[in-house]
């Protein structure tokens, strides 16, 4: 079975730091990339980027580049999402999911549970 | 960057009527147009991909069309386990983009 596990739910303060992951089993080696969301609670959602897990090529939306890294661990089937100075508006709920566009033409297909981030003070 | 526009943003119907939701590009994206439903409290779920493309699992009525900068959601026979918002997206190989979302209800 394919799915996408994110790591648990944080709270942080404003400026600390945080790594989340989004560990994948079932998956073929296979081309995919990896995409992040966002959603703000009660908000929508919002494309963050797509980092592919073979060689860490990482494509960033304009909104969140130099906001946020994107990071991969292929041995452990593993990409991280991580923020190095975290403000009360990085609260939100950040999804990932397999992107298989390149070769397949099919977008996020399997996504994970989702990770809640709560910063504050 | 590519916007999409959704419309309605809110949408309420009875069980079996048909219903339409409308996603609108800034630019054209040829068919690269996905559509999500996300219940409440859970993960997105893909519907459509490449505007008219049911993915795997997806009841019949949901169906997409469209191309270019027009694209269309309907749901006909609307069932009370639809209630949900729907997102369309625009996508290719490198980037990605979000409508604002139509939230449908059950009366």
């Known amino acids: 079975e394919v799915q996408l596990v994110q790591s648990g739910a944080e709270v942080r303060k404003p400026g600390e730091s945080l790594k989340i992951s989004c560990k994948a089993s079932?998956?073929?080696?296979?081309?995919?990339?990896i995409g992040w969301v966002r959603q703000v609670p009660g908000k929508g959602l919002e494309w963050m980027g797509i980092i592919d897990p073979r060689d860490s090529d990482t494509k960033y939306s304009p909104s969140f580049e130099g906001q946020v890294t994107m990071s991969a661990d292929r041995s452990s089937n593993t990409v991280y999402l991580q923020w190095g100075s975290l403000r009360a508006s990085d609260t939100a709920i950040y999804y990932c999911?397999?992107?298989?566009?390149?070769?397949?033409?099919?977008?996020?297909?399997?996504w994970g549970q989702g990770t809640l981030v709560t910063v504050s003070s | 960057d590519i916007q999409m526009t959704q419309s309605p943003s809110s949408l309420s119907a009875s069980v079996g009527d048909r219903v339409s939701i409308t996603c609108r590009a800034s630019q054209s994206i040829g068919r690269w147009l996905a559509w999500y439903q996300q219940k409440p409290g859970k993960a997105p779920e893909l519907l459509i991909h490449m505007a008219s493309s049911l993915q795997s699992g997806v009841p019949a009525r949901f169906s997409g069309s469209g191309s270019g900068t027009e694209f269309t959601l309907t749901i006909t026979n609307l069932q009370p386990d639809d209630l949900a918002t729907y997102y369309c997206?625009?996508?290719?190989?490198?980037?990605?983009?979000f409508g604002q979302g139509t939230k449908v209800e059950i009366e």
């Open positions: 999911a397999r992107d298989t566009t390149m070769l397949r033409g099919v977008p996020f297909d399997v």
């Open positions: 997206q625009q996508y290719n190989s490198y980037s990605g983009t």
């Open positions: 079932g998956l073929s080696s296979s081309s995919y990339w």
